[in-house]
């Protein structure tokens, strides 16, 4: 269903992110039917680029980066560009912004795209209200990293705030774009199945890892000043755990979602520091180490964390949520798994042998989910025990129907466009994360941690094992 006209201006129209997931996403979107013939796309960033240069670049970055199945589409991609405006812009000056006034039409949704620097939101959010280009009605959405900390994310939603409505503001986590993640709440309140046993009566534990092969890279300078605590966790993992622990919320509505996810957060138990491992990976047969990547020889950032989670409330005291991720590990795997505690009596007796139910959730790669069932191992032997997994796979359950889900990045899009905010989060969401997540990483500078180093494609140092046998519990493998 295609979505209304609308006006989107992309700030930093030629950076990375435009280049790698926005343009090409917003491609893909006018290729599967959605994007209506009236919808323009206004590049604003500081290089002096005309049209025509602004339409050669994009044209290079969905050859480069767009889905291999429209490449060839050379009429479709023509037919994009013809939707292309640019606009170059001084977002600390005055330099463009009569030229972007004059492009924007009246009548369509109007989106702003800040793909940039936080450090630029305020003098955008000022310019866009100052020129009059934005008004009641337009719609911001911004990128991570909200922030390095607790203060400066209250600053940044403050200087949003100046200028526009928390309705109109929607803040990026992608994580809550991937289709898998969406399914989190699909499976638990759309199935009778689960939600009886969602709880720390049946639940002995969760699992939540979101596993890398690829390094720092490129992304040093950046990295090296946020680490996988502020990188990773604070945002994605966070939205993971609170999608999987939340309360039902009445409806589908941005703020009945968000209220809940909100309670979890304020319900988290302040983390043990003997309760978290973090890591940095070393040099291996195949790649540079951390410290070659980031160019610092003694940097104590880390590209891991693994923990032990508690949330004080009635559904989940006493069950605890183990949460890690990390860079340059043995296999890129995201998944979640409940791990449900044992039957209370064993009918069968100890040579049975002890099983648990494990309902797992991959959210990437190889989507799909596995039950972990005990049946009764074959053969004329006694009464023996065995798990058996009720593995579906999306791909084979959806079909082609699997084939055209839109990409993270391509459905928040779509989302703003039609302005439906369930999916981003809210102002106060961020800030309680990071009242979260700030003492935890305020302990380590006061404590001068320095990471574990674990092996470059290894599955983490070896401290985050030992954090899970001292409760004699396992990770789970990533393979
Ligand atoms: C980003 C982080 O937000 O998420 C990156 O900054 C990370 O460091 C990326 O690699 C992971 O996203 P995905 O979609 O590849 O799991």
Redesign the pocket.
Known sequence: IPVDPFDLVIFGGTGDLARRKILPGLYRRMASGQMPKEARIIGAARSELDRAGYQQMVKEAIEEFGDPRHKSDVAGVGDFLERLDYVAIDAKGEGGWPELKGLMRDGVVKAFYFSVGPSLFGDLAERLKSHGIAGDDARIVVE??FGHDLGSARALNASLAAHFEEHQIYRI???LG?ETVQNLMAVRFGNMLFEPLWNSQYVDHIQIT?A?T?G?GG?GS??DK?G?MR??VQ??LMQLLCLIAMEPPAKFDPDAVRDEKLKVIRALDEVDPHHIVRGQYDKGPDGPGYRDDVEDARSRTESYVAMKVGISNWRWAGTPFYLRTG?RLRA?A?EIAVVFKDTPHSIFGPEAGLHRNILTIR??PNEGMELGVTIKEPGPGGMRLMDVPLDMSFADALGPDAEDVPD?YERLIMDVIRGNQTLFMRGDEVEAAWAWTDPIIQGWIDRHDVPKPYDAGSSGPDDALALMHRDGRKWRDIK
């Open positions: 991570k990293p986590d992608h994580y991937k979101v890398e690829v720092v992304r950046y990295y946020s996988a990188d990773m945002n994605h860079k890129r995201s959210l990437q993270a």
